[in-house]
């Protein structure tokens, strides 16, 4: 709807309204509704406006999203789809969001705190809609994400105020009372981190710890500074979320509690390797834990592809098993660290192999090595790649250009100048019809 002028939408809705009597009651209807919920919260009837925003939520016209609308044998058979997530959710909460934004800016914070709570609790009641064009992926999802971002607002705004220690134990307390799970409390999340910073705050929630979700129990009993409750807590929770996985493996650390720290990180990294690997790698010890702790650096040695992770493998392992290494990670994507092995290792006759062998490899990188070792192998290479640009369908500047780079690679090494001139001579230049671009490209690089 981006394409279409303000001008444009404003003659297009005053004509359904003038011509579609069952539009115009919906929209009324709608409309009606917003002004419910922008004043029945004022007496303080939680029920009642969740209901009203429920009765909006649940109610939305998704056809006056539709754009570019056609209509075929009664009704409409073609339409441009686009994102209509924030248009909808702007347009559904318009009235509501204006009058949280008037109570923030009277400092009337619980007020505007009493709609937000309400908000969730409607979404909560699964609202639906017709969506029969596809216009949106997940309703849920989208108000979800839209309640969100204004608990983020309200609590941006929240902070500025610098509430006193009264305030904060109210809200809260009105949060406890009015939720049922965890989970209407994690939305709020956010928010508890802002009002539970203080001693007296930690002390005054802590006798409801367990009605709050993991992350913000975790919080709490860090601020209690009860390691053993924190541990104890995390580990009801670890093997089916990672995040609190990684904070307990960071408290067993902290704490300096090895054994069962490696006990977790082994059932941790078996689980999600890619997750875990870096950040176990840097407790567990090879003196402690031999074992794992090269099982770790063997996973990190193939995936990171780090040559000095490499250099520290290598000395835990035998010449056979270095060689089956190499061979290992020369059989993958990564020729580049494949080469700054085999150059380590000064294994030049396996560089120029790949080199003749595998012609997907960037060729500067794996001849840079070896091109002084095996000048010539190294330049039948490169003519071999130029014969085979010159003689591919469609011959312009670009691809001149990559002839002219790979013939510089070998420029400086002696004892090829004088075959790469009389390449160039017999072969590039030396041709009927002329190609005046080519002869370009190799003026410029100084190849001619």
């Not at 009993?221 to 009801?236: H, M």
């Amino acid at each position: 709807m981006q394409n279409i002028s303000d001008k444009a939408k404003l003659e297009y809705l005053n004509n359904l309204l003038e011509t579609d009597l069952n539009f115009k009651i919906e929209f009324f209807k709608y409309f009606n509704l917003q002004e419910k919920v922008a004043t029945s919260y004022k007496n303080n009837d939680l029920k009642t406006i969740t209901e009203e925003i429920y009765e909006v939520l649940n109610d939305a016209n998704l056809e006056l999203y539709i754009s570019d609308c056609r209509c075929g044998h009664g009704g409409y058979y073609d339409y441009y789809e686009e994102d209509i997530s924030d248009e909808l959710c702007e347009d559904l909460f318009l009235e509501t969001v204006k009058e949280i934004d008037g109570d923030i800016k009277k400092g009337d914070f619980y007020q505007a705190l009493f709609v937000l709570v309400a908000i969730g609790k409607a979404i909560d009641l699964k609202p639906s809609v017709d969506d029969e064009y596809g216009l949106i992926y997940d309703y849920d999802e989208i108000l979800s994400m839209y309640h969100y971002d204004l608990i983020s607002k309200y609590t941006a705004k929240l902070k500025e105020a610098n509430l006193s220690l009264e305030d904060s134990k109210e809200f809260i307390l009105f949060l406890l009372d009015n939720s049922t799970t965890s989970d209407e409390l994690e939305k709020f999340e956010e928010l508890f981190s802002l009002l539970i910073t203080s001693k007296d705050m930690v002390l005054f929630v802590s006798p409801n710890i367990s009605a709050f979700h993991i992350n913000m129990q975790l919080k709490i009993l860090n601020l209690l500074e009860d390691d053993q409750a924190y541990i104890d807590t995390a580990k009801q929770f670890y093997k089916e979320n990672n995040n609190i996985a990684h904070k307990l493996l960071k408290k067993l650390n902290e704490v300096s509690i090895y054994q069962e720290y490696e006990v977790i990180a082994k059932e941790c990294f078996e689980k999600n390797d890619s997750c875990f690997v870096s950040e176990i790698f840097q407790v567990i010890t090879y003196d402690k834990s031999k074992v794992f702790y090269l099982e770790l650096l063997r996973y990190k040695v193939l995936n990171h592809h780090n040559i000095d992770e490499y250099i520290l493998y290598k000395k835990y392992l035998d010449e056979k098993e270095i060689i089956t290494l190499q061979d290992k990670l020369c059989s993958g994507w990564s020729y580049d660290y494949c080469i700054k092995i085999l150059e380590y290792e000064k294994r030049y006759d396996k560089i120029l192999h790949l080199a003749q062998s595998e012609k997907s490899i960037n060729i500067n990188t794996v001849l840079k090595p070896i091109k002084f070792i095996y000048p010539k192998e190294c330049l039948e290479i490169i003519i071999d790649n130029c014969n085979r640009l010159m003689n591919d369908f469609g011959k312009n500047r670009d691809r001149y250009n990559k002839i002219c780079n790979l013939l510089i690679i070998m420029v400086k090494v002696p004892n090829v100048k004088n075959d790469i001139d009389v390449y160039i001579k017999t072969t590039l230049t030396n041709r009927k019809p002329k190609l005046p671009a080519l002869i370009d490209e190799l003026t410029k690089a100084r190849l001619i």
